[in-house]
């Protein structure tokens, strides 16, 4: 008696071709019949198969509408771009060497301005104006000497800019003010200072360049720096010439 | 939950899984393999369904996809229940909507209505699920199902005594009645469903 209320799942395909071909039991046969009493699914799709003339072209249908759908569904694999990987890599490497020789660069520079460079003494023993060449040394070159003599390089270097636009020519504070800036790791300024020294004559000529170099070296413009160097080392008079050579050695 | 889990994340998983845990797992997750999973289930009854008004194999392949894209995005928003039944009035209605689309398909839609029209429509039998669940005396049941079988129409009743009592297939009871199958499934269907009212009247509402 429960037979006849019997629930059970739908058809699956292979139930489906049993059926229609005879093959399943008297008692599978009898579940599918009593279901088919039951499910609209099952009983429509069983007479559009038996309308059918040709099962197994259906079940090719079948094939391909369940692999069309996983397909539809499925995540699309990454497209796979070897040169892209390969272009990114060599892209990597090649930026990695520049950066690697740019700190390279850098930092031998950075070196050998740290081993060479001296701050020159303040060597004021009076001080000679241009209009009064008696007076008292003015309040702001002082004011940048007793900084610069504290070693508050950073400090001395407004009251040497004050100075120097009274006094530009005073040569001896603007190469204190330059090494101030070198102190004070204001290297360009440091060179505008030591060009402008330059260019006003031959008075600290040797420290002029040597200290330019060290500007240039502390910017990291090494072939700049090296120029003078080689200069500073060829000149067997120069003070600076046996350390010129030391620093062209480390800069090799 | 780790049920759930399971279902959402692997593809084995989802084979043992019911059509309602696929459904609520598609509904919460909006995977839609999980969906591709449980049409796959149904795809080749779709098909066969489709192949009932449609004919054209081309046809039949795209309804399937239509309705598998209505799945899609249906199921993701509404709770079905019964996701065969649910399948079968979308792709019915499916395939009405392409008949009417198609001028050319006229006389097949004609075809179609008055296939409808005389189609009986298969009803949940409220009597047989209340006989079957509520554990009734065995000899009253047997009792009470005669009773309410010597109130069927003659063709029903025989119909159904050969299929439920003599377990005899469809082509066996029109081999053996004369009717032809679809009759003998007309039968069938209608006695069922009159049998269940029957017994839905005869057996006492508390049992």
Redesign the interface.
Known sequence: MNSIFQKRNCLTQREMRQYLSGELSDEQRYDVENHLLECELCSAAVDGYTQAPDLQSMEEDIRMIRSNITASVQEPPPRYLPWINRAAAVGLILILSYAGFRYWSASQAERAFAAFFEPTPNTYITYRSPDAPDAPIPAELARALEYYDGEAYEQSLPHFKNHLERDPDDLRAILLAANACLLSGRAEQAEQYLLQLQEKGETFQGQTGWYLALAYLRQGKKARARKILERIAATPASPFREKAQAALQQLK | MKRFLRLSTRKKSWEQASDEELLQAYRQTGN??L??EL???????????????LKN?ED??DA??AV?EKTLTQARITEIHHF??W??ST??NHCISNLRDDQRNSRQQEEWEVLEKSEP??M??EG??R??HKGTN?SD??RI?QEALAELDEGQRTCVRL??FE?K??KDIAGVTGYSVNQV?SY??NG?RRLGVLLGKKLPEGQ
Not at chain 2, 39 to 53: D, E, S
């Open positions: 839609q393999e969906a591709a049409f796959n289930r149904y795809a080749h009854l779709v098909y066969g369904l489709c192949r009932k008004h194999r039949c392949r399937v996809m598998f065969n039944k399948l079968y792709t019915k429509r298969i949940e039998n047989f699920l006989l079957y065995e049941t047997s199902l299929f439920f377990k297939s469809y499934k069938l269907q069922k």
